[in-house]
């Protein structure tokens, strides 16, 4: 089974402090996101990766950003975390080979920002 | 923009009956569409994906259907059991190279 795993299932943070979310995945797939997880507006796409060092904005990029040095791990940086931040974030990953892959994810990083 | 509507938020059954999902999407030229479970404070687990030119797929007691025409696709579960309790999302994308737009899902519960 693909197992993708999130170093942390929960995390409190100062306002200021850089975060950092890991992410790895172990079935050689391509591509990798990162999502975060708010009542009623559901799951929103922070930024996404085809390729090793190789990122592309989602749709709420602004305070994020990205690493992905190797294939298998994708990392989210928060370079000064705010209590907006708060949120549950979700790693995912998939193979990418013609779109019609289905997406797997890790389980979950509940981030509180105090 | 996609944007992905899933109606009801919640829905309360007894264990045993049939009951189906709904989701609708605002621009039908989609590539494929998945139907998620998530259990609380988890993770997704994928549980059905139809790809545009499919209407339908099957997994043991799940339905899902698709008419991108009309932007709906249902989730169909048959003789439904306290442990299909998850919130449902469903997500489409655009094309083979784009990512998936996720509705907000609908919380089931389901009674013994």
């Known amino acids: 089974d693909v197992k993708v795993t999130q170093s942390s299932r929960y995390l409190v943070k100062r306002t200021g402090e850089k975060v950092f979310l890991e992410c790895v995945q172990d079935m050689d797939h391509e591509n990798m996101f990162w999502y975060r997880q708010d009542p009623g507006l559901g799951l929103r796409l922070i930024y996404f990766s085809y390729d090793v060092k190789m990122k592309e904005k989602g749709d709420i990029p602004e305070g994020y950003s990205v690493s992905r040095e190797k294939k298998e791990r994708f990392s989210l940086i928060l370079e000064s975390a705010s209590t907006n931040q708060t949120s549950m974030y979700l790693c995912?990953?998939?193979?990418?080979?013609?779109?019609?892959?289905?997406?797997?994810f890790g389980s979950g990083t509940q981030l509180s920002v105090l | 923009k996609q944007e992905v509507t899933q109606i009801p938020a919640a829905l309360s059954v007894p264990e045993g009956e049939n009951l189906v999902l709904n989701c609708s999407f605002t621009?039908?030229?989609?590539?494929?569409l998945q139907w998620f479970r998530q259990d609380p404070g988890k993770g997704l687990t994928s549980l059905l994906l139809i790809q545009s030119s499919q209407r339908e797929q099957t997994s043991g007691r799940l339905n899902a259907s698709l008419d991108k025409s009309s932007g709906r696709s249902t989730l169909y579960i048959a003789a439904s059991q306290p442990g299909d309790s998850a919130t449902y999302l469903c997500a489409v994308n655009r094309d083979a190279e784009s990512h998936l737009f996720f509705g907000t899902g609908t919380r089931l519960t389901v009674i013994p």
């Open positions: 995912a990953s998939t193979t990418g080979q013609g779109g019609n892959e289905k997406l797997f």
């Open positions: 621009d039908s030229a989609i590539y494929n």
